[in-house]
Nanobody, 114 residues
Framework: VQLVESGGGLVQAGGSLRLSCAASGGPFSSMAWYRQAPGKQRELVAT????????TYSDSVKGRFTISGDNAKNTMYLQMNSLKPEDTGVYYC??????????WGQGTQVTVSS
């Protein structure tokens, strides 16, 4: 199983980025995006279940971020709009198998300047 993130970078506050997570070796029952700011614990940003399509967001990103998936490309996305400096951190792709095994990507850095 491999999860590979891409799309991070440096953006000014108010800008947008789209993160991608290319997945291989699944299947996955659910996937998610997490982030970790310097000196802070990793926090859940958004989740999507691949059976039923249920989606959840943390309160801090609700209304600004959109999680989605493309089954044909085995890729999950995180569209991030109206970015704030507090969105800065390393963003990780997470996948959970139907047998409750957990998988992580290597992370991609997002930096939002004020």
């Amino acid at each position: 199983v491999q999860l590979v993130e891409s799309g991070g970078g440096l953006v000014q506050a108010g800008g947008s980025l789209r993160l991608s997570c290319a997945a291989s070796g699944g299947p996955f029952s659910s996937m998610a995006w997490y982030r970790q700011a310097p000196g802070k614990q990793r926090e859940l940003v958004a989740t999507i279940t691949l059976t039923g399509g249920s989606i959840t967001y943390s309160d801090s990103v609700k209304g600004r971020f959109t999680i989605s998936g493309d089954n044909a490309k085995n890729t999950m996305y995180l569209q991030m709009n109206s970015l704030k400096p507090e969105d800065t951190g390393v963003y990780y792709c997470y996948g959970r198998s139907p047998w409750s095994l957990n998988y992580w990507g290597q992370g991609t850095q997002v930096t939002v300047s004020s």
